[in-house]
Protein backbone atom coordinates (compact mmCIF):
# COMPACT_ATOMS: atom_id res chain seq x y z
CA UNK A 1 0.00 0.00 0.00
CA UNK A 2 3.03 2.24 0.62
CA UNK A 3 4.70 1.61 -2.42
CA UNK A 4 1.41 2.45 -4.42
CA UNK A 5 1.21 5.86 -2.39
CA UNK A 6 4.61 6.45 -3.17
CA UNK A 7 4.01 5.34 -7.05
CA UNK A 8 1.46 7.83 -7.28
CA UNK A 9 2.92 10.81 -5.11
CA UNK A 10 6.13 10.36 -7.51
CA UNK A 11 3.61 10.37 -10.71
CA UNK A 12 1.55 12.74 -9.53
CA UNK A 13 5.41 14.84 -8.82
CA UNK A 14 6.18 14.28 -12.33
CA UNK A 15 2.87 15.36 -13.36
CA UNK A 16 3.19 18.32 -11.60
CA UNK A 17 7.06 19.20 -12.69
CA UNK A 18 5.80 18.81 -16.58
CA UNK A 19 3.02 20.55 -16.27
CA UNK A 20 4.95 23.41 -14.82
CA UNK A 21 7.64 23.42 -17.36
CA UNK A 22 5.50 23.31 -20.22
CA UNK A 23 3.47 26.94 -18.89
CA UNK A 24 7.25 28.05 -18.53
CA UNK A 25 7.71 27.07 -22.00
CA UNK A 26 4.44 28.78 -23.08
CA UNK A 27 5.17 31.75 -21.37
CA UNK A 28 8.58 32.11 -23.12
CA UNK A 29 7.50 31.79 -26.35
CA UNK A 30 4.52 34.12 -25.67
CA UNK A 31 7.67 36.62 -23.97
CA UNK A 32 9.42 35.68 -27.37
CA UNK A 33 6.65 36.70 -29.51
CA UNK A 34 6.04 39.73 -27.48
CA UNK A 35 9.30 40.95 -27.88
CA UNK A 36 9.60 40.06 -31.89
CA UNK A 37 6.71 42.22 -32.92
CA UNK A 38 7.84 45.06 -30.28
CA UNK A 39 11.08 45.32 -32.05
CA UNK A 40 9.20 44.78 -35.55
CA UNK A 41 7.02 47.56 -34.60
CA UNK A 42 9.86 49.85 -33.76
CA UNK A 43 11.64 49.33 -36.57
CA UNK A 44 7.79 50.62 -38.68
CA UNK A 45 7.81 53.31 -36.72
CA UNK A 46 11.57 54.38 -37.44
CA UNK A 47 11.03 54.06 -40.72
CA UNK A 48 8.13 56.33 -40.71
CA UNK A 49 10.18 58.94 -39.01
CA UNK A 50 12.07 58.68 -42.50
CA UNK A 51 12.27 60.25 -45.89
CA UNK A 52 13.73 59.72 -49.02
CA UNK A 53 16.47 62.14 -50.25
CA UNK A 54 18.63 62.07 -53.27
CA UNK A 55 22.37 62.76 -53.38
CA UNK A 56 23.72 64.11 -55.74
CA UNK A 57 27.76 63.44 -55.55
CA UNK A 58 30.22 65.53 -57.92
CA UNK A 59 33.77 65.84 -57.85
CA UNK A 60 32.87 69.30 -55.61
CA UNK A 61 31.25 67.75 -53.16
CA UNK A 62 27.35 66.39 -52.47
CA UNK A 63 24.06 67.94 -53.06
CA UNK A 64 21.37 66.60 -50.96
CA UNK A 65 17.68 67.19 -52.82
CA UNK A 66 14.52 67.29 -50.79
CA UNK A 67 11.55 66.07 -52.30
CA UNK A 68 8.24 68.01 -52.74
CA UNK A 69 6.36 64.78 -53.54
CA UNK A 70 2.72 66.60 -52.82
CA UNK A 71 3.62 69.22 -55.75
CA UNK A 72 4.79 66.53 -58.14
CA UNK A 73 4.43 63.19 -57.47
CA UNK A 74 5.05 61.41 -61.03
CA UNK A 75 8.36 63.89 -61.69
CA UNK A 76 9.72 62.47 -57.86
CA UNK A 77 8.57 59.03 -58.94
CA UNK A 78 10.26 59.53 -61.98
CA UNK A 79 13.61 61.07 -60.74
CA UNK A 80 13.52 58.59 -57.97
CA UNK A 81 13.37 55.72 -60.41
CA UNK A 82 16.34 57.05 -62.62
CA UNK A 83 18.48 57.28 -59.55
CA UNK A 84 18.17 54.31 -58.46
CA UNK A 85 18.84 52.08 -61.87
CA UNK A 86 22.13 54.19 -62.16
CA UNK A 87 20.68 55.94 -65.02
CA UNK A 88 22.17 59.57 -64.41
CA UNK A 89 25.33 57.94 -63.48
CA UNK A 90 28.43 59.19 -65.76
CA UNK A 91 26.44 61.93 -66.90
CA UNK A 92 27.61 65.42 -66.95
CA UNK A 93 26.06 68.83 -65.71
CA UNK A 94 26.12 70.04 -69.47
CA UNK A 95 24.91 73.52 -69.35
CA UNK A 96 26.30 76.17 -66.65
CA UNK A 97 25.24 79.76 -67.25
CA UNK A 98 26.19 81.80 -64.00
CA UNK A 99 23.49 84.12 -62.44
CA UNK A 100 20.90 81.29 -63.96
CA UNK A 101 21.33 77.99 -63.67
CA UNK A 102 23.18 74.50 -63.99
CA UNK A 103 21.27 71.64 -65.94
CA UNK A 104 22.24 67.77 -66.23
CA UNK A 105 20.46 64.53 -66.57
CA UNK A 106 21.01 63.65 -70.27
CA UNK A 107 22.27 60.65 -70.92
CA UNK A 108 23.54 61.34 -74.23
CA UNK A 109 26.57 62.91 -71.84
CA UNK A 110 27.95 59.49 -71.17
CA UNK A 111 29.25 60.09 -74.68
CA UNK A 112 31.77 62.47 -76.37
CA UNK A 113 29.32 63.83 -79.13
CA UNK A 114 29.11 67.54 -77.48
CA UNK A 115 26.66 68.17 -80.23
CA UNK A 116 23.82 65.72 -78.77
CA UNK A 117 24.26 66.78 -75.57
CA UNK A 118 20.73 68.45 -73.93
CA UNK A 119 18.65 66.74 -76.54
CA UNK A 120 18.33 62.80 -74.85
CA UNK A 121 16.27 61.57 -71.99
CA UNK A 122 12.95 60.12 -71.30
CA UNK A 123 11.02 59.54 -68.54
CA UNK A 124 11.42 56.74 -66.18
CA UNK A 125 7.94 54.98 -66.97
CA UNK A 126 4.44 55.65 -69.06
CA UNK A 127 2.69 58.33 -67.38
CA UNK A 128 0.34 58.48 -70.67
CA UNK A 129 2.73 60.49 -72.95
CA UNK A 130 4.63 58.81 -76.07
CA UNK A 131 4.03 55.51 -76.68
CA UNK A 132 3.48 52.83 -74.27
CA UNK A 133 5.80 50.44 -76.21
CA UNK A 134 8.44 53.04 -76.78
CA UNK A 135 10.48 54.02 -73.87
CA UNK A 136 12.16 56.88 -75.51
CA UNK A 137 9.06 58.59 -76.21
CA UNK A 138 7.79 58.47 -72.32
CA UNK A 139 7.91 62.28 -70.95
CA UNK A 140 6.08 63.29 -67.78
CA UNK A 141 3.09 65.73 -67.67
CA UNK A 142 3.45 69.00 -66.65
CA UNK A 143 2.56 69.28 -62.52
CA UNK A 144 3.01 73.37 -62.65
CA UNK A 145 2.75 74.64 -58.55
CA UNK A 146 3.37 77.68 -56.69
CA UNK A 147 6.88 76.90 -55.56
CA UNK A 148 8.96 79.87 -56.82
CA UNK A 149 12.31 79.48 -58.74
CA UNK A 150 15.08 80.38 -56.06
CA UNK A 151 18.40 79.06 -55.45
CA UNK A 152 18.71 75.19 -54.73
CA UNK A 153 15.78 74.62 -56.41
CA UNK A 154 15.26 71.75 -58.68
CA UNK A 155 13.23 71.52 -61.77
CA UNK A 156 12.61 70.11 -64.83
CA UNK A 157 13.90 70.68 -67.81
CA UNK A 158 11.77 70.44 -71.09
CA UNK A 159 11.16 72.04 -74.64
CA UNK A 160 8.49 74.14 -75.60
CA UNK A 161 6.01 71.72 -74.77
CA UNK A 162 4.81 71.93 -71.19
CA UNK A 163 4.40 68.02 -71.26
CA UNK A 164 7.88 67.54 -72.31
CA UNK A 165 9.82 66.92 -69.77
CA UNK A 166 12.10 64.02 -69.80
CA UNK A 167 15.03 63.06 -67.34
CA UNK A 168 17.07 66.42 -67.82
CA UNK A 169 16.62 68.72 -64.91
CA UNK A 170 18.06 71.87 -63.55
CA UNK A 171 19.06 73.46 -60.36
CA UNK A 172 18.70 77.04 -59.69
CA UNK A 173 22.03 79.32 -59.02
CA UNK A 174 20.05 82.26 -58.51
CA UNK A 175 16.05 83.34 -58.26
CA UNK A 176 14.45 83.04 -61.83
CA UNK A 177 10.88 84.47 -61.45
CA UNK A 178 10.60 84.02 -65.33
CA UNK A 179 10.54 80.50 -64.55
CA UNK A 180 7.43 80.20 -62.10
CA UNK A 181 5.01 78.66 -62.94
CA UNK A 182 6.49 77.18 -66.83
CA UNK A 183 8.20 74.80 -65.10
CA UNK A 184 7.80 71.92 -62.62
CA UNK A 185 9.35 72.26 -59.46
CA UNK A 186 9.45 69.37 -57.95
CA UNK A 187 12.95 69.15 -55.21
CA UNK A 188 15.45 71.54 -53.70
CA UNK A 189 18.86 71.34 -52.44
CA UNK A 190 19.23 71.11 -48.66
CA UNK A 191 22.42 70.74 -48.51
CA UNK A 192 25.35 71.40 -50.18
CA UNK A 193 24.28 74.78 -52.23
CA UNK A 194 27.98 76.06 -52.10
CA UNK A 195 28.68 72.92 -54.55
CA UNK A 196 25.85 74.54 -57.28
CA UNK A 197 28.44 77.66 -57.07
CA UNK A 198 31.51 75.73 -57.96
CA UNK A 199 29.74 74.22 -61.06
CA UNK A 200 27.91 77.49 -62.42
CA UNK A 201 31.36 79.34 -62.04
CA UNK A 202 33.30 76.47 -64.29
CA UNK A 203 34.72 77.71 -67.53
CA UNK A 204 32.71 77.18 -70.70
CA UNK A 205 32.56 77.18 -74.25
CA UNK A 206 29.65 79.14 -76.55
CA UNK A 207 27.29 76.28 -76.35
CA UNK A 208 27.35 76.97 -72.13
CA UNK A 209 29.29 73.74 -71.97
CA UNK A 210 31.79 73.08 -69.37
CA UNK A 211 35.18 72.91 -70.86
CA UNK A 212 35.63 69.56 -68.85
CA UNK A 213 33.10 67.38 -67.40
CA UNK A 214 31.88 67.62 -64.20
CA UNK A 215 30.29 64.17 -63.43
CA UNK A 216 27.63 63.24 -60.88
CA UNK A 217 26.53 59.79 -59.20
CA UNK A 218 22.92 59.83 -58.35
CA UNK A 219 21.50 57.72 -55.21
CA UNK A 220 18.39 57.55 -52.92
CA UNK A 221 18.94 57.41 -49.18
CA UNK A 222 16.24 57.61 -46.26
CA UNK A 223 17.24 60.36 -43.93
CA UNK A 224 15.18 61.47 -40.32
CA UNK A 225 12.55 63.86 -41.36
Not at 23 to 46: A, F, G, H, V, Y
Not at 109 to 136: C, L, P, Q, V
Not at 139 to 157: C, D
Not at 169 to 188: D, S
Amino acid sequence: MKNTTLTLLIFSLLGLSCGNSNKENKMENKTERSEQLSKNKTIEDSDFQKKEVAIIDTEFGEMVIDFFEGNAPKHVESFKTHSRNGYYDKTIFHRVIPGFMIQGGDPNTKGDNNASYGTGGHAAKYFGIGNENDSSTWTLPAEFNNIKHKVGILSMARANNPNSGGSQFFICAAETPHLNGKYTVFGQVIEGLEIIEQIVNQPRDSRDNPNRRIEMKVRIEKRNK
